[in-house]
């Protein structure tokens, strides 16, 4: 089965940087369009940046100019550069594959960021 293992969290201080890491195993990793999603206390998940196969590239406009997303084919690797972040970014980050633009069933566990001064 898929497994997705994020990493890279914290706590920041408004401003401040990070960048997360998500190793994809059990799948043709070059295949597959990847997404960045956020989950904030008493909030949906929201789809925040994602990427396809082939590199086309799209953001959620809150986050549009702040954050990059990247993918290494030859670590099977998705990576989510976080610049200038904001106290509402706040939330547990996750990855997943996307399958004709909706996420697949299974989650890891993500990784929580806190942005506070």
């Known amino acids: 089965q898929v497994q997705l293992v994020e990493s890279g969290g914290g706590l920041v201080q408004p401003g401040g940087s990070l960048r997360l890491s998500c190793v994809v195993s059990g799948s043709i990793f070059r295949s597959q369009v990847m997404g960045w999603y956020r989950q904030a206390p008493g909030k949906q998940r929201d789809l925040v940046a994602r990427?396809?196969?082939?590199?086309?590239?799209s953001y959620e406009d809150s986050v549009k100019g702040r954050f990059t997303i990247s993918r290494d084919n030859t670590k099977n690797t998705v990576y989510l550069q976080m610049n200038g972040l904001k106290p509402e970014d706040t939330a547990v980050y996750y990855c997943?594959?996307?399958?004709?633009?909706?996420?697949?069933?299974?989650w890891g566990q993500g990784t929580q960021v806190t942005v506070s001064s």
């Open positions: 990427i396809s196969n082939i590199g086309i590239i």
């Open positions: 997943n594959t996307l399958i004709n633009g909706d996420p697949a069933a299974n």
